[in-house]
């Protein structure tokens, strides 16, 4: 099976900068979809980012990249606001199944 396992979250001023990391484990492929999503209380889960192979790709505030050698995904969010403030989950998907990690919580507030 396969595990995702995010680290990274936290308490920081808007303005800040946080930089997830979520390590995934068992068999990855480069096909594999990988990606970003938040959801705040109240709201529906939305994307945030995905990136298909390695490299990095930038959307918006935010920089999604992706290291096939370590099977890691980040995702570099620089400056935060209070509205993204949510539980941050990685994601992989593989064909129509996807696998989803715990979740960590990002919180802006000064």
């Known amino acids: 099976q396969v595990q995702l396992v995010e680290s990274g979250g936290g308490l920081v001023q808007p303005g800040g900068s946080l930089r997830l990391s979520c390590a995934a484990s068992?068999?990855?492929?480069?096909?594999?979809?990988m990606g970003w999503y938040r959801q705040a209380p109240g709201k529906q889960r939305e994307l945030v980012a995905t990136?298909?192979s390695g490299g990095s790709s930038v959307k918006g505030r935010f920089t999604i990249s992706r290291d096939n050698a370590k099977n890691t995904v980040y995702l570099q969010m620089n400056s935060l606001k209070p509205e993204d403030t949510a539980v941050y989950y990685c994601?992989?998907?593989?064909?129509?199944?996807?696998?989803w990690g715990q979740g960590t919580q990002v919180t802006v507030s000064s």
């Open positions: 068992g068999s990855i492929f480069r096909s594999d979809v």
């Open positions: 990136i298909l």
């Open positions: 994601s992989l998907r593989r064909g129509t199944y996807v696998y």
